[in-house]
């Protein structure tokens, strides 16, 4: 009996030590786990914050005037306005006011194909040959483009660094300037397209774990508004979101919501930044074209599935 008791004994001491290894093991994993969840959650948040921005002039998906290969999420519907400084626009050209203003609808249809519509608000000069005198002085009439763009590659396909590529166009059509209503494409100093331009984008991003999403932007420029010299020259930017943690501090949510963006647009070097007041549904744009000309505005942002 002695020497079975001392075997129970040892056999229970075996039991509780190998219980005590196990409960070690299974924390251990645990942590490691955790460790792994975090990191996934964290890589999501990082993805999650890759919002494209609208741009101001132009109505569509991109920095402040320079192109960028950024898409919406598929069936995004936006719709914004602006308060547009004339500079910036050079069609319009009077010492009697200072701002304009836009509005527009942009869609994108597929992952791959966004398109859009752009209304600038005219303002007719006293003493004007184009606008009747009754609209002398006044906001009149309104400027109408198109817009599209074709995501030709998506980021990250084939190797990890390798950038998004876009295709995209900016009023390419134009209603005759003089009456008759006709589509025209040419360039014979008789129509409107004050926003002409074509372009070939990329995009590369690079996230930083608890700081944020750095996207680098780079394109080629076929400028043809017409009565404006034409030119194709590249341009480039920069923009930063943030991505903060912990994002239960108020402060942090705060900043989370600001992306600031610098670009050379082919023509001028401009500031500027993007706020999402609420979950990328209502967003805020502002820039300083050329560093000193102002331009603002506000749209509102749903994804329809």
Excluded at 95 to 104: P, V
Excluded at 125 to 140: A, I, L, M, V
Excluded at 265 to 278: K, M, P, S
Aim: aromatic share 14%; glycine share 8%; net charge positive.
């Amino acid at each position: 009996m002695k020497d079975t008791s001392q075997t129970i004994l040892f056999n229970t001491n075996n039991t509780i030590a190998c219980k005590r290894f196990m409960e070690a093991k299974i924390d251990g994993i645990l942590i490691i786990m955790g460790r792994k969840i975090r990191l996934i959650l964290i890589c999501l948040i990082a993805i999650s914050s890759l919002q494209s921005q609208a741009q101001a002039l132009y109505g569509t998906t991109g920095l402040l005037h320079a192109p960028t290969a950024e898409m919406q999420k598929d069936k995004t519907f936006m719709v914004g306005g602006n308060v547009l400084h004339l500079v910036p626009l050079q069609y319009l050209t009077t010492n009697e006011i200072k701002y304009t203003f836009n509005y527009y609808l942009n869609i994108t249809i597929f992952p791959w194909l966004e398109v859009g519509y752009t209304c600038t608000i005219n303002y007719a000069n006293h003493g004007s040959t184009y606008f009747p005198e009754q609209s002398w002085g006044k906001y009149t009439n309104q400027d109408r483009a198109f817009n599209a763009r074709l995501r030709l590659w998506k980021e990250g396909w084939w190797k990890s660094w390798t950038p998004q590529i876009v295709l995209g166009l900016d009023d390419p059509t134009s209603h005759e300037a003089y009456g008759g209503g006709a589509i025209k494409f040419d360039e014979d100093g008789m129509q409107n397209n004050h926003f002409t331009r074509y372009y070939l984008a990329a995009t590369k991003h690079f996230s930083f774990t608890g700081v944020g999403t750095l996207g680098v932007h780079a394109a080629y420029v076929d400028y043809r508004a017409c009565w404006f010299p034409h030119y194709r020259r590249p341009a480039a930017g920069v923009n930063f979101k943030f991505n903060l943690l912990p994002e239960d501090n108020l402060a942090v949510k705060a900043l989370n919501g600001l992306d600031l963006m610098a670009e050379y647009d082919a023509r001028t070097v401009n500031i500027g930044a993007h706020y999402q007041l609420w979950k990328d549904h209502i967003n805020l744009i502002a820039e300083l074209n050329d560093g000193k000309y102002f331009s603002g505005g506000i749209y509102f942002k749903i994804h329809l599935k």
